[in-house]
């Protein structure tokens, strides 16, 4: 850790741990000129501890939503989006999103923010749903954590070692960025081909990842809201109009048929610069989305767009750094 780390974690050790850091927090808040909120962003929360499927610890998420449970006004996303067009956003107000879902937003997180009282939406890929199957990013991460190959070619011609686990966690990293690159049609076949390649062994524990849709109702009436996130994880952006349009509105299709009520607020698959268009924002218009996410870093005010509202936050493990930094991120979105 290195000497600015020590710091921080010292001074925000001792604003929270002396009460301050709440006043803190709210002279942050209601100094706002007007409200421009943050939107979280979580995907996996367990206690696996596996590095090739990296998740938040249970009692880190824990910790993190009872501070944000004492100091800030969770809105389901739908509302903050609505509340920031009329004007009337709580000057405290945040919400939280759950991306792809996986299994254990029902099994560690519902629990968590039923307690608290806290709102919450997941975006389904409803492609998965239901299924034994994986997104492909996961397929990836599982072959390698049970790889037998020595080596591994990734890319163009890059000959990568396989020998210990932080070289195969480095070959992960090289591998999902790369076919992050590969044209969507190439993407599955090259991932199969990685995966046949890396000889992977019996899996250790194989279980199911994603929701069911019988979870997916359970997480409703736990008070989820339930938004779409495509039906297979594809880059929008990369696609034809009618294959987008198969894609976002098929997923929308899927929910309101699971769940018999519409849904209303949508997320981007990467959600980066260049992974949406505008020719994919007017199809989630069309397909009658209220509101939809990013993964653009930011604040959200009453002059951004509904259609491309700004996700982020900190990933601090230690509670009062997080604290210390979400109040930072709250107040300038950086």
């Known amino acids: 850790m290195g000497l600015r ?7 925000s050790g001792t604003l929270y741990h002396s009460g301050l850091l709440g006043p803190v927090t709210r002279a942050v808040t209601y100094t706002k000129s007007r409200p421009r909120l943050p939107i979280l962003t979580f995907h996996r929360v ?8 990296p998740s938040l610890p249970t009692a880190v998420f824990a910790g993190r939503m009872a501070h944000i449970a004492r100091h800030y006004a969770v809105l389901p996303v739908e ?10 956003a709580p000057r405290n107000a945040l919400a939280l999103t759950f991306d792809d879902g996986y299994r254990d937003n029902l099994t560690h997180v519902a629990p968590i923010l039923k307690r608290l009282g806290l709102p919450a939406t ?4 409803t492609g998965f749903i239901g299924t034994p199957n994986a997104l492909w990013v996961d397929r990836v991460a599982m072959a390698f954590k ?35 690159r590969v044209p969507n049609e190439d993407r599955l076949p090259a991932v199969d081909h990685l995966i046949s390649a890396l000889h992977p062994g019996a899996p250790e524990r194989p279980k199911r990842l994603m929701l069911s849709w019988d979870e997916v109702g359970a997480l409703r009436g736990l008070g989820f809201s339930i938004g779409a996130h495509t039906v297979t994880h594809p880059i929008l952006s990369r696609l034809a109009p009618a294959q987008a349009w198969e ?13 018999g009520e519409p849904v209303s607020a949508f997320a981007y698959p990467s959600g980066g610069v260049g992974d949406y268009n505008a020719t994919v924002k007017e199809l989630v218009r069309a397909a009658g989305f209220s509101c939809a996410v990013t ?9 951004t767009s509904a259609l491309e509202l700004r996700r982020g ?16 991120y709250s107040a300038t979105g950086a």
Request: proline share 4%; glycine share 6%; no cysteine.
């Open 5 to 11: 780390s020590t710091a921080l974690r010292a001074v």
């Open 122 to 125: 997941i975006f389904l890929v």
């Open 247 to 259: 894609e976002i509105q098929g997923s929308k299709a899927a929910i309101e048929k699971a769940l």
């Open 295 to 303: 993964t653009r870093r930011g604040l959200n005010d009453r002059d």
């Open 79 to 88: 509302e903050l989006a609505l509340r920031l067009r009329q004007g009337r």
């Open 313 to 328: 936050g900190p990933w601090e493990l230690h509670l009062p750094t997080y604290a210390l930094k979400l109040a930072y």
């Open 46 to 53: 367990n206690d696996d501890h596996d590095p090739f499927m």
């Open 146 to 180: 049970i790889a037998t190959a020595r080596r591994v070619v990734v890319g163009h011609g890059r000959m990568l070692p396989l020998g210990t686990v932080r070289e195969r966690l480095l070959a992960l990293d090289a591998a999902l960025a790369h076919l992050k």
